[in-house]
């Protein structure tokens, strides 16, 4: 008997289908017409031959993927007129005047440490779901920066603020504020309200967690969904381990508690209370913790399944699965692109479509569960984050029950705070087992590899049955792993000396290659620059040269000193100071990296590569860090380079009695007006000119007379804001350019 447990698995695959061709198609809107009229054909056919049994069903699927491809189509063209109704808004905005905003308050304020995107060296951040600016509406979510310490929350309701709506570099909006005057909170939480309920208990661990900051974080992150004041080592020692997902408040939780309350009812003999009990579970839960798309997706799946109870309609947890993911992209369309939507779905269907058809007896039986997680996991986190953590889903079942008492721990904190100290055994423990997995950075899987292997699972799981389908998954699933490794050897070697000059946002980061040997010149901010580097298979660096300690050229070093191989770490003694400068050292010693300090005329040899660096001892007057920086002379296929970090006028003038001819300029500053002085320009004579400069950015770089002088002597110009990452390849002497590179 071929029994269908899976009869929502077309319409999950139409809906997917239109949503993901609705911003691909010429002419949307011709296509909504005809897929629906195919559905409308298909059906009445379907009544007038009245087919066979086979047929029929055929048919039927037929005219259900049509119809919810034709849906998801719609709610595309919806998602397309909404965001252009909303830059429209935007684009009418000043941009030298304040925009008013009202935003929910939803989270905590988060300190960040040197964040360029308020422009501050300490700022705070708060993020919303949505937010109204001038009066109007933009379902999209915002950034709001305050360069000073923000006034604390009671039970207030909305966060009023003005300030300049900008976009970032990584399309979000954001809105920076000046002055406490510019910002205040305004309405008030009823106290029925869950979120209410939510916001008093994280104010109450705050008031009773003094000295206990981490216990507190963790406390708040997994009872109240709150993560903010996690700690980076924290959220790097779960990643490693892959556990992440059990950190914060997610669907585990929610799961959990939904089991124990029907477990209890249904003890008490009381199985219709424990569905309704559930039903209505499933409807706070989102209220209490906030819009995380993971507590919707566990909410709806089990109000589903009350649903299913009350209604007496009972079901099969595989359909079940499909009809909540269903459910959650009618409601959120743009979950479709979201890793934890990916993550979500794809290890609890690796589980139900894959695992249970391999299990046995003794041991198989959660090996085989544990082998169907890590084939459908491992590509995701490749492509999302270029990170893997092999035997993460068995450090995952040994950490449960450490999770599981560390929550009944947090929920007796919230009461009795002296329990915040057991957190703290219980996190060390954590700490160790997170330890025990195999985890790295690796090449993410090509974009083309992961539409196929996710089309052809797809498709697995519509058409076919039992185990069949479970190896057809498994099969379709190696396909981005195998593309990722394959991406990772043949990148590992250069036939010919390259240097790419990536795209790194407000920041600089250029890799030099010959053969094997690879030299990295700055690592710009955050981790950005390391899946770069992994994406292109570079395991390991001849050196690390570091031009100044500012954070957009040094924050990203540090995380590549930890996780690739590096043979040596030039830095320069002038100027070397701050937190950036302080957490790269840290991290040489960690990796036992040497370092060199480097000095005017120092060379060096990488392959065929030759660096020579110029690094006058003097003292500049005017922003002597940026002044300081090590400029860069390399001679590559017979070609000379010319890497200037962010040198000033003052500097450029200094450096005019060297020999600073080049074919190929990296321009200094970002393109700054402080920088690229006529002197310069003539003395270096370049035929092209980099600039590396943030999409949007706070300051204004690349400045128009940059630009104007490098036009009036006919130096090509190239910038990553625009063309995006910028590969130049030396080939028998000639410059090839290859610009639009991931």
């Known amino acids: ?23 691909l198609l010429v002419n949307p809107h011709l296509a909504l017409a005809g897929w629906l009229a195919t559905a409308v054909a298909t059906g009445v056919l379907h009544r007038l031959r009245t087919p066979s049994p086979s047929r029929g069903g055929f048919a039927r699927r037929t005219t259900r993927f049509f119809l919810f491809a034709a849906l998801g189509l719609a709610l595309a063209l919806h998602a397309e007129v909404r965001d252009a109704r909303e830059g429209a808004a935007f684009n009418g905005f000043h941009p030298e005047r304040f925009v008013n905003i009202v935003a929910p308050l939803e989270r905590d304020w988060k300190t960040l440490d040197d964040t360029s995107a308020a422009g501050a060296d300490d700022a705070f951040v708060l993020r919303a779901s949505h937010f109204s600016a001038n009066g109007i509406a933009f379902d999209a979510p915002i950034s709001v920066y305050a360069r000073f310490p923000p006034p604390p929350m009671a039970m207030e309701a909305d966060l009023r603020a003005e300030g300049f709506l900008r976009i970032s570099e990584h399309g979000g909006y954001t809105l920076s504020v000046k002055s406490p005057e510019l910002l205040s909170y305004a309405g008030q939480l009823p106290r029925w309200h869950p979120a209410a309920w939510n916001r008093a208990l994280a104010q109450r661990l705050d008031r009773h967690g003094a000295g206990k900051r981490d216990e507190v974080a963790l406390a708040q992150a997994l009872v109240l969904g709150r993560g903010e004041h996690l700690t980076e080592e924290m959220r790097d020692s779960f990643r490693a381990g892959g556990t992440y997902h059990l950190l914060v408040f997610s669907g585990l939780q929610i799961a959990l508690a939904a089991g124990l309350l029907a477990a209890l009812l249904r003890w008490m003999h009381a199985p219709r209370a424990s569905d309704w009990l559930l039903l209505a579970f499933a409807a706070l839960a989102p209220l209490f913790i906030g819009p995380s798309a993971s507590v919707a997706r566990a909410s709806v799946g089990i109000g589903l399944y009350a649903l299913s109870r009350i209604c ?31 993550l979500t779905y794809a290890g609890a269907g690796a589980l139900l479509f894959i695992g249970k058809h391999f299990q046995g007896k003794g041991l198989r039986r ?9 084939t459908a996991i491992t590509p995701l986190t490749l492509f999302h984050f270029h990170q893997y953590a092999l035997g993460g889903s068995v450090v995952t079942l040994l950490m449960s029950p450490v999770i599981f008492a560390m929550l009944a721990v947090s929920l007796l904190a919230c009461a009795y705070p002296w329990f915040l100290g057991a957190i703290g055994i219980l996190h060390r423990l954590c700490i160790l087992l997170n330890a025990g997995g ?33 190896v057809a998954i498994t099969l379709a699933l190696l396909v981005p792993s195998v593309a990722a490794i394959v991406r990772s050897r043949s990148q590992h070697n250069v036939e010919h000396p390259a240097v790419t000059f ?27 620059i390391l899946p770069m580097l992994v994406d292109r298979g570079i395991r390991s660096l001849d050196a690390v040269i570091l031009s100044h300690a500012h954070p957009d050229h040094c924050e990203g070093l540090a995380p590549v000193l930890a996780h690739l191989q590096v043979r040596t770490l030039w830095l320069s003694p002038r100027q070397f ?28 040899q990488s392959g065929d590569l030759h660096f020579t660096a110029l690094a006058p001892e003097t003292r500049f007057r005017r922003s002597p860090e940026n002044n300081s920086s090590i400029v860069l002379r390399v001679m590559a296929g017979g070609r000379r380079f010319l890497l200037t970090g962010d040198i000033e006028k003052e500097a450029e003038l200094y450096l005019a009695d060297q020999d600073l001819r080049a074919d190929v300029l990296k321009v200094a500053h970002h393109g700054s007006r402080s920088s690229s002085s006529p002197s310069l320009l003539d003395g270096v004579a370049p035929r092209l000119a980099i600039i590396s400069c943030g999409r ?4 204004g770089h690349p400045h128009a007379s940059v630009l104007e002088a490098l036009s009036d002597r006919h130096i090509r110009v190239w910038r990553t804001d625009t063309d995006g990452t910028i590969e130049i390849v030396v080939r028998e002497g000639r410059l090839y350019v290859r610009p639009g590179l991931h």
């Open 1 to 23: 008997m071929n029994h269908d447990d899976t009869p929502a698995a077309v319409p999950l695959i139409g809906l997917i289908t239109g949503l993901a061709l609705g911003s």
């Open 312 to 342: 007496k309609r009972p079901t099969s947890i595989e359909n079940l699965w499909c009809v909540a993911a269903i459910a959650r992209l009618l409601v959120e369309p743009r979950d479709l692109t979201e890793a934890s939507f990916h």
């Open 366 to 374: 959660p090996l085989g569960a544990l082998v169907a997680a890590e």
């Open 438 to 470: 195999l985890a790295g950075f690796f090449a993410a899987p090509p974009l083309e590899a992961m539409l196929t292997g996710g089309a052809l699972a797809l498709l697995a799981l519509a058409f076919l049955r039992g185990r069949v389908r479970a």
């Open 502 to 528: 990536f795209d790194i946002g407000q920041g600089d980061a250029i890799a030099l290659r010959s053969g094997t040997h690879t030299v990295l010149v700055d690592g710009g901010r955050g981790e950005r």
């Open 577 to 604: 100071r701050g937190a950036c400068a302080a957490q790269l050292l840290a991290a040489a010693s960690f990796s036992q990296t040497p370092i060199h300090l480097v000095r005017d005329g120092d060379t060096l």
């Open 696 to 699: 949007h950015n706070l300051f």
